[in-house]
């Protein structure tokens, strides 16, 4: 079977929030750190640690009032001097070793400033797991919020630092991409006095009610489609417009033989879930269109987004839309050529348990709002509809989203108050759309890659890294370096 990325149609795991026509119980995932062939596989060595962390830091009646959170401790590159720095990866929604194998420039940086490195898992994922299997249900699901994850690290951090002599005035350094940048970025604004500044890559900070169009996000995507060809997207457009008449027509054998799908298409929302899973894959092309293959949720060739483009315009038969858009899919879904048939219906990556706690967690208060229009996207319309949503979160765990809760508790686009921000942005990625492009101060700096695709500076350098890329991390080395000199001097 070919696997597919999980339509959930109202959400997804870069943290941002999807309005879409599929089924609005499974969750759209895009990948936190796509994987990279060779250079990520050279990892230092490093423990596993466990801490017995506060189950409710809000709340001193709460039973059972504690759990055991992972933490994944690196010293290969820590020059043991007395309060030399610390790298701490904000975990985000994942196992905790998806980061740590895909997150490079974490030891780039270590190397540099003779730093401990430290990667902290965000409570119900991986093995941080309160109530163990029995986490994921309704009532168990309350302990998870941006408020208690980030509690969970200030007291990690504090309790490691009041262990170890020599880490005891040292500087913190948070990075985090995707919603760990966004995690990096609130913990520097709520808890200064604990981390001396942040690396927020790829963090939709803005991506919220009422500051960017609900729409912004796959107008975002498309251009990335323009700019390689406008004949590119305006055929994407065409062909889903090809695929919606043809679902009206009830021609669903014909869509399912083109499409080769394991099961077959026998109603219209068997012609929904289809256009799920190709607006899934040129999302998620969109957001790994790096400049050399890689391999985290599906094999993808160099610049991806360019592999698709010649699928879609170097056609023998133009007039063949079903044939097009199946082979631009493909370069996501099939790139191998191992799969015999495309699955509509299966999470072949990414686990249940998983899907359920960012679920609940876009239920709650991670609301990113997106829609479609397909005049300013080559989507099909599906507008962003918030009373839908808040019924599936009410029928699935009894509760809605609380909207306009996080912008007002970190700041929303007033932060300038804070400080020591690195908001760094590819403007390949769709996440670009609702980023911090421009200084908001002298120390909240944007750092931008004008071939930069998600995060792409976290990730291990590489010699096919484009200039932007590398010119970005020596300006983040630079600023950090600044940061740090800043904080020696007060305290010495």
Known sequence: KMPRVAIWGTFMLCALFLATVTSATQPFVFPTAAGHRGAEAQLPPFKIEWFTQTLDHFNFATEPQTFNQRYIVCDAYWSRQPNAPIIFYSGNEGDIFMFFNNTGFAFTLA?????????????????????????????????????????????????????????????????????????????????????????????????????????????????????????????????????????????????????????????????????????????????????????????????????????????????????MMRAAAGVFYNTTGTYKCADLTENSFIPKELATVWFYQTCTEVQLPQGTNGVTDMFPPAPYDLDKIAEICMATFGVKPRVGWLPTWFGGPNITESSNIIFSNGKLDPCWAGSVLHDLSPSIIAVNMEQGAHHSDLRSPDPRDPPSVVNARITEINIISQWFSSYYSRIY
């Not at 630092?161 to 005035?169: S, T």
């Not at 970025?185 to 790829?202: C, D, E, N, Q, T």
């Not at 483009?309 to 133009?318: F, G, H, I, Q």
Request: glycine share 8%; charged share 15%.
């Open 111 to 323: 190397q540099k400033f003779g730093a401990l490195v430290i990667f902290a898992e965000h409570r119900y994922y991986g093995q941080s797991l309160p109530f163990g299997a029995d986490s994921f249900t309704p009532k168990n699901l309350q302990y998870v919020s941006v408020e208690q994850a980030l509690a969970d690290y200030a007291v990690l951090l504090t309790a490691i630092k009041a262990k170890e002599p020599l880490l005891a005035k040292s500087p913190v350094l948070t990075i985090g991409g995707s919603y760990g940048g966004l995690l990096s970025a609130f913990f520097r604004i709520k808890y200064p006095h604990i981390v001396a500044g942040a690396l927020a890559a790829s963090a939709p900070i803005l991506l919220f009610p009422g500051y960017t169009p609900n729409d912004a996000i796959y107008a975002h995507v498309t251009k990335d489609f323009t700019d390689v060809n406008p004949m590119c997207s305006e055929r994407i457009r065409q062909g889903f417009q090809y695929i919606v008449q043809a679902g009206a027509a009830g021609q669903f054998s014909q869509l399912s033989q083109a499409f080769r799908t394991c099961s077959p298409i026998t109603d219209a929302k068997g012609v929904t879930a289809l256009l799920g899973w190709l607006k899934n894959a040129f999302t998620y092309l969109a957001m790994t269109d790096y400049a050399y293959p890689t391999d985290f949720l599906s094999p993808l060739p160099a610049w991806p987004v360019n592999v698709a483009c010649d699928a879609v315009l170097n056609r023998t038969n133009p007039s063949d839309w079903l044939g």
